[in-house]
């Protein structure tokens, strides 16, 4: 099994759904021999990401509702995006 990894150090933990503190959703870039991809949390936990991940950065998706995961294309929640009442 192969592990997603950050800059050069294999990671074997799951990476975060959400932010802390705050609680915003996350997506992450990736960046592999497969290309440059946005990706969703599960994506990444499940190596779905492509192969030999280079890197995989973490960012907070504030308000790009129109943000989705380059595999498996769902949407990628915003922070304040559409939901907001
Ligand atoms: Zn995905």
Do not use: W
């Not at 440059?36 to 890197?55: D, F, M």
């Amino acid at each position: 099994m192969k592990f997603v990894k950050f800059g050069s150090k294999p990671r074997r933990e799951p990476v975060e759904h959400y932010a802390f503190p705050g609680g915003y959703p996350l997506f992450y870039y990736v960046r592999s021999d497969d290309g440059h991809l946005h990706c969703c949390p599960s994506c990444v936990n499940q190596n779905r990401v492509g192969t030999n991940v280079a890197s995989c950065e973490g960012h907070i998706n504030y308000e790009d509702e129109t943000l989705t995961c380059d595999v498996c294309e769902k949407k990628i929640e915003s922070a304040y995006g559409e939901d907001n009442e």
